[in-house]
């Protein structure tokens, strides 16, 4: 905050900034000229799959934009969606984030859908998203457009409370060629390379390559085991014939990424830690076709095959996911009709590393198959407007078809000021994790010398967890300078994962040695409500000046349904997610060549977790010394020499360090 003191006084005595050019997409100053009033005109299409201007979507929808991404300093996607309210971001260690949205925040977040370019990269193995391999070249990336709230009737399951999408630019924006190379103490070195051609009309396309190396954090233990390396590459075509639009895409990687797992077997020393690197790798391609028949009518049709291979010190797969989606849009005089199918096969493959830590079978199939439908009705022309739809879904973990319902109220008060609400059924799907895994831990060792574990057994009648949520959303222009977002919402869960008592201790021999054995289950013994209020200002004090902030307040009770044997999770659940969040970011361009941004961030405490509030801040100097190359030098974390963020993956909590990276971009034809 003192550093936005500074800035206050030094306001009066600086010059304006070089303003860019908003028709070239790839100047990286073109999101920072436009007005409050033309950003709120932004068009998004997450929150419909039709695009939508910001201030007229009845949903909690935040846009972070290349210029936000590149100004913050971050190098990774889970660090940019910090800038989001209602983004709960915690670092576990250099390669694993734990990412929630409105609660319930697990490295592995079973509730939230992330997309990139419209791709699920959402696993049902263990339901969630693995942050480490969701990585994509930041200076090819247009925006990330953060739902808060249930998104299931257009997205379908999991989407319950919050759909993240991050969307990468048209190859006609990334004509020419850029580079970038840096690093520092924890960002030990980083190449990053692009080069874009075609004729700039209906042909273009890009190639890409990437790569990184990153240093462990600390470690109070000494055990440094969390580095991290990646190679990356990709390519984007295209092709835009008359009323047709093609697009071809895909992306290959490989890397290793330290960790530590606890590995537990019936033999002795039965429970211990092993350091190693997980090898990951994989590659996706994807084609998409867009048809506009007419103004009033079009469809799209896409497809993506995606490769992944997890091999961990505790267990290893390797999964082959085939998606297809169909979409049709039909406007008339009041209403814009769409409907639209899809379906997912998802072929693995399975191989059990420890004894302890099984998936049966090891070979499998599992299925998705949806439709939707959703109608947009004009109640009172540019005023008033009522958006009801469905999905309807069935997987190989649901019997019989699934539907999720919701109806969205829009009322544009005038060109400054609109209030919309929202009522939504949406559902969280079993996946391998419920009903085909055996996970074994170790409790102790008898005074006889016979070991006793606690297992979970697979749990084949686990079934979807349930929320209806409800929502009230306000925005606000004041003039040209100041903007307001602000929503609040209540959720009502039944039927969460719990971890359920099943029998008494009993002696088991089979699998030898003779051992106790406390049996468990994963079940649906849970329920209970979220409520809170997020808040998302904006200011322009000068034309040069850029100030934000978000703050985001969550109640959480969570306890056992009636019947419920749960050991006692729901503490842990509350626990894991802070009840208070905050941000301000200030945005500060000196003369024509020099940039300083500054964000400072606050955390409440985490109590499940032994987690202190804390605050810190970053900083960002960049340099633009002529058209084609700009030198940046970043700080992470300036307040401390290091601070817990989450729980221990496993052992004592890591302290993410303070640390420092330099960088340089050129950009050329």
């Known amino acids: ?57 009845p949903a909690a929808v935040y846009v972070i934009t290349e210029e936000d991404i590149r100004r913050s300093g971050v190098t990774s996607i889970p660090e940019a969606l910090r800038l989001a309210p ?29 997309m990139i370019d419209g791709r699920s990269v959402y696993s049902t193995l263990i339901a969630g998203t693995y942050w480490e391999v969701q990585n994509v070249m930041l200076e090819d990336v247009d925006r990330v457009e953060v739902i808060r709230g249930p998104g299931g009737t257009i997205w379908g399951p999991n989407a319950v409370n919050g759909v993240i999408n991050i969307i990468t630019k048209s190859a006609k924006d990334t004509n ?26 209906d042909f273009n396309f890009r190639i ?14 000494g055990r440094n085991f969390d580095d991290w390396g990646e190679a990356q590459g990709g ?17 290959i990687y490989d890397e290793k990424a330290g960790e530590g797992e606890q590995a537990t077997t019936y033999s002795q ?81 399975g191989r059990v590393v420890v004894s302890g830590l ?40 649901t019997s019989g078809v699934t539907p999720e319902p919701s109806a969205r109220l829009l009322w544009t008060i005038d060109p400054k000021r609109s209030v919309w609400a929202a009522v939504t059924h949406a559902v969280r799907t079993p996946s391998d994790a419920e009903e085909n895994f055996s996970l074994l831990g170790f409790v102790a060792t008898t005074a006889d010398g016979t070991p006793y574990f606690a297992r979970f057994n697979p749990n084949k009648g686990f079934a979807p967890e349930q929320l209806n949520g409800y929502e009230l959303g306000f925005r606000r222009l004041f003039g040209k300078n100041v903007a307001v977002d602000m929503t609040g919402f209540y959720n009502h869960y039944h039927d969460l994962f719990s971890e359920e008592l099943t029998g008494p201790t009993f002696l088991e021999t089979d699998p030898a040695p003779a051992h106790f054995l406390l049996p468990a289950q994963f079940g649906n013994g849970l ?4 409520k809170g209020v997020e808040l998302a200002p904006e200011w322009r004090p000068a034309s040069f000046w850029r100030l934000r902030g978000t703050y985001s307040f969550l109640d959480m009770d969570i306890g056992r349904s009636p019947g419920s044997r749960d050991v006692g999770s729901f503490p842990g659940i509350i626990g894991s997610s802070p009840r208070h969040q905050g941000t301000v970011q200030s945005d500060f361009d000196i003369g024509k060549k020099f940039q300083l941004d500054l964000d400072w961030r606050y955390v409440s405490s985490l109590p499940a977790l032994m987690v202190p509030a804390y605050s810190t801040a970053d900083a960002r100097l960049g340099w633009r010394f002529n058209g084609q190359f700009e030198v940046s030098i970043v700080g992470r974390n300036l307040f401390q020499p290091s601070h817990f963020e989450y729980g221990g993956d496993p052992g004592p909590l890591v302290g993410i360090e303070r640390s420092a990276y330099a960088k340089i971009t050129w950009t050329g034809k």
């Open 1 to 57: 905050m003192a550093c936005l003191l500074l800035l206050t006084i030094l306001a009066p005595g600086m010059n304006a900034g070089s303003v860019g050019d908003p028709g070239n997409p790839s100047d990286p100053t073109t999101f920072k000229t436009l007005s409050l009033e033309e950003l709120s005109q932004i068009e998004v299409t997450t929150p419909s799959k039709t695009p939508v201007q910001v201030f007229k979507t």
């Open 86 to 114: 209602g983004v709960e971001v915690a670092r576990i260690d250099s390669n694993k984030w734990s990412v929630g949205i409105r609660g319930f925040g697990s490295r592995l977040n079973r509730s939230v859908l992330v």
């Open 176 to 201: 020419g060629m850029v580079a970038s190379a840096g690093g520092g103490n924890v960002e030990q070195g980083f190449a990053n390379f692009r080069y874009g051609g075609g004729n700039g009309k």
């Open 208 to 221: 890409y390559g990437m790569g990184f190396s990153d240093g462990p954090e600390h470690h109070s233990d």
């Open 235 to 251: 390519f984007r075509l295209d092709w835009t014939p008359n009323r047709d639009a093609f697009t071809l895409q895909g992306d």
């Open 269 to 349: 020393p039965y429970s211990q830690t092993v350091y190693a690197n997980a090898l990951l790798s994989g590659g996706n391609i994807m084609g998409r076709w867009e048809r506009a028949f007419s103004d009033s009518n079009d469809l799209q049709v896409q497809a993506y095959y995606d490769r992944t291979n997890r091999d961990e010190p505790n267990f290893a797969e390797s999964r082959n996911t085939f998606d297809v989606d169909f979409l049709q849009r039909l406007k008339f005089r009041r209403q814009e009709f769409s409907w639209g199918v899809g379906a997912q096969v998802i072929p693995i493959e």
């Open 358 to 397: 099984t998936f049966l079978p090891n070979n499998r199939t599992d299925f998705l198959v949806s439709g939707f439908l959703q109608d947009q009705i004009a109640l009172v022309q540019d005023r008033l407007s009522l958006t009801l739809g469905t999905k309807l879904l069935r997987t190989n973990f």
């Open 527 to 530: 329920r209970g409500y979220t």
